[in-house]
């Protein structure tokens, strides 16, 4: 049985509309929009620079992974119940992301600081590493804290 490429097509084109359509998805990436936009006005704030690397950049404040996450809990709760099913799957992937992003990935960050230092103490002017190992990748809770709260108004001024 041979498929039409034009059915395939249209049925692709189909869902790709109707994923653009979700509003739950759409609050979480207006979440992750602001939260990095929010880091490059801190960056400024903080440096008097700007740096526009900040928005496409792991780490700092506010977390853009928990504001996306949260905004779509948020949203997901707010469309759906907070008593519904798919709230509970939703919340039960932001917890993970905020706990990894605090916790996993700060860490990782840690050490990475830690060999970096390692490399230019002990082994530096023989040995010049093609790259440095990248520092900021998790956060501190208050930059999650901070991340969480912008996913949930703006799920509360879109919804």
């Given at each position: 049985m041979q498929i039409s490429r034009g059915?395939?097509?249209?049925?692709?084109k189909e869902v790709v509309?109707?994923?653009l359509k979700n509003k739950a998805l759409e609050v979480g990436?207006?979440?992750w929009f602001v939260a990095q936009f929010l880091k490059i006005v801190i960056a400024?704030?903080?440096t008097r620079k700007v740096n526009l690397k900040w928005f496409i950049s792991s780490g700092g404040m506010?977390?853009?992974?928990?504001?996306?996450a949260c905004g779509l809990s948020t949203a997901v709760g707010l469309i759906d119940g907070f008593s519904s099913t798919n709230f509970a799957i939703s919340l039960t992937f932001t917890l993970i992301v905020m706990y990894d992003a605090a916790g996993v990935r700060r860490?990782?960050?840690k050490q990475a600081q830690t060999l970096n230092e390692i490399i230019e103490m002990y082994l530096s002017p023989h040995y010049k590493p093609q790259y440095k190992l990248k520092e900021l990748?998790?956060?501190?809770?208050t930059e999650v804290f901070a991340g969480a709260i912008v996913g949930i108004l703006i799920a509360?001024?879109?919804?």
């Open positions: 059915l395939v097509d249209g049925k692709m509309l109707e994923i990436v207006v979440s400024f704030i903080m506010p977390s853009s992974h928990s504001a996306f860490e990782a960050g990748i998790g956060h501190k809770p509360t001024i879109m919804i």
